[in-house]
């Protein structure tokens, strides 16, 4: 198969983070698949591959009972297939896992209605070939959800993710601050295009607001300090797993200056690597 995308297989005992990782894995780029049988995992390659996912996480263990015997197989096609495949295994000690389980009050696969440690030692068994045969082993026993992310950060991400993304949104105060937003920048400061006469009429995606409203010398500096900022965050954002910022700059409707201001910083944050989307809630509202 061309175009056989990269798969990380993750497993290992009910409770030691599998959907952690997951999010993780998605908040990375990567196609996720929770509690997939192990015998659709070819169909999904191919899929994937249809519809141009490149890379493709699942989450496969014991909840899939009997079906869970036919992971082997189910990994030899996927190698047939031409697919890369990065297995991680999550463990911790039986305490902790009793100690989540009781937390969250729900019962192991395997638990049949009994104790909790005995559904801990059938998956144990079950998962033992699987653990032997695994590319990264984490035990997550005296790991938070922050550090867990971080390691699997550390093995799946690359240059692209380790970037923090950025979306910008102009809007009015008018209208209402975005709830959404992360952070707040207010322009209402800078002469306003709507007192011009001319310009009432156009955005500030027209050349001639734009020009009008980033010539001032308080435009530009605005912008270094906003860059600036964003700059000095991202390392810590991005230490606490936090990989996406909404960053709201507000004029009075979002028609001239916030937006002129939004497309100018998304052009500057660009220049220094920071993958950047804008959107102008309010443009169009009267």
Not at 123 to 147: F, G, P
Not at 226 to 248: N, W
Request: hydrophobic residues 40%.
């Amino acid at each position: 198969m061309t175009n056989a995308p990269e798969i990380a297989l993750i497993t290992g005992l009910s409770g030691a983070g599998r959907r952690t990782a997951a999010h993780a894995m998605e908040d990375l780029g990567w196609y996720v698949v929770d509690n997939l049988p192990p015998l659709m995992m070819a169909s999904l390659a191919r899929t994937a591959a249809g519809f141009g996912a490149d890379r493709v996480a699942i989450v496969v263990d014991v909840r899939s009972r009997e079906q869970f015997d036919q992971l082997p197989q189910a990994l030899r096609e996927l190698k047939d297939m031409g697919c890369s495949i990065t297995s991680v295994f999550l463990e911790a000690d039986d305490d902790v896992i009793v100690q989540r389980q009781e937390s969250n009050r729900r019962p192991l696969p395997l638990q049949f209605g009994g104790r909790l440690i005995e559904g801990i030692d059938r998956e144990r068994r079950l998962l033992a070939d699987q653990r032997a045969q695994a590319d990264i082993v984490v035990d997550t026993t005296r790991l938070s959800a922050r550090q867990l992310v971080q390691r699997i950060v550390n093995h799946f991400g690359d240059e692209a993710t380790d970037r923090l993304k950025i979306a910008l949104i102009s809007f009015g105060f008018k209208n209402g601050v975005p709830i959404d937003a992360d952070m707040v920048f207010d322009v209402r400061f800078l002469p306003n295009p709507y007192w011009i006469p001319e310009l009432r009429p156009k955005s500030g995606l027209s050349r001639d607001v734009a020009s009008y409203v980033l010539k001032h010398d308080a435009a530009q500096r605005f912008q270094e300090h906003m860059l600036a900022l964003l700059a000095t965050v991202a390392p810590g954002y991005l230490a606490e797993s936090k990989r996406q910022v909404t960053v709201a700059i507000g004029c009075t409707g979002g028609k001239h200056r916030s937006t002129s201001m939004s497309e100018e910083l998304a052009v500057r944050l660009r220049g220094q690597g920071f993958p950047t989307t804008v959107l102008h809630r309010d443009l169009g509202k009267e």
